[in-house]
């Protein structure tokens, strides 16, 4: 059984940063696609990052994300990240970390491509 526990998120002000952890247990997470998507009250979930898998690593950002999010794994601790800067009171939700094979050939933000998510942790940024 895959079981993928996140943690990290808070409750902290515009302008700061936090580090979420994704660990895994049950697949080693070096050879799959990983993905970070979030939901806020009242919205859909939506696609927030991902690490596509073809023989190496590429990632992938939305654009409402591009330049402040980095997504990166740590093999040999079977763990993903996203590093959140810059965050905006926008950025509020709950994000979930997901494992799938997502290839550089797929759009990583089809969440039916992830077979196994996280139950989520909860970012709050004041304003």
């Known amino acids: 059984q895959v079981q993928l526990v996140e943690s990290g998120g808070g409750l902290v002000q515009a302008g700061d940063s936090l580090r979420l952890s994704c660990v895994a247990s049950?697949?080693?997470?070096?050879?799959?696609?990983m993905g970070w998507f979030r939901q806020a009250p009242g919205k859909e979930r939506e696609f927030v990052a991902a690490?596509?898998?073809?023989?190496?690593?590429?990632?992938h950002y939305a654009d409402s994300v591009k330049g402040r999010f980095t997504i990166s794994r740590d093999n040999a601790k079977n763990t993903v990240y996203l590093q959140m800067n810059s965050l905006k009171p926008e950025d509020a939700a709950v994000y979930y970390c997901?494992?799938?094979?997502?290839?550089?050939?797929?759009?990583?933000?089809?969440?039916?491509?992830?077979?196994?998510w996280g139950q989520g942790t909860q970012v709050t940024v004041s304003s």
């Open positions: 997901a494992t799938g094979i997502v290839t550089d050939y797929d759009l990583p933000g089809d969440q039916s491509l992830y077979d196994y």
């Open positions: 049950g697949r080693t997470l070096s050879r799959y696609g």
């Open positions: 690490l596509s898998w073809s023989g190496g690593d590429t990632a």
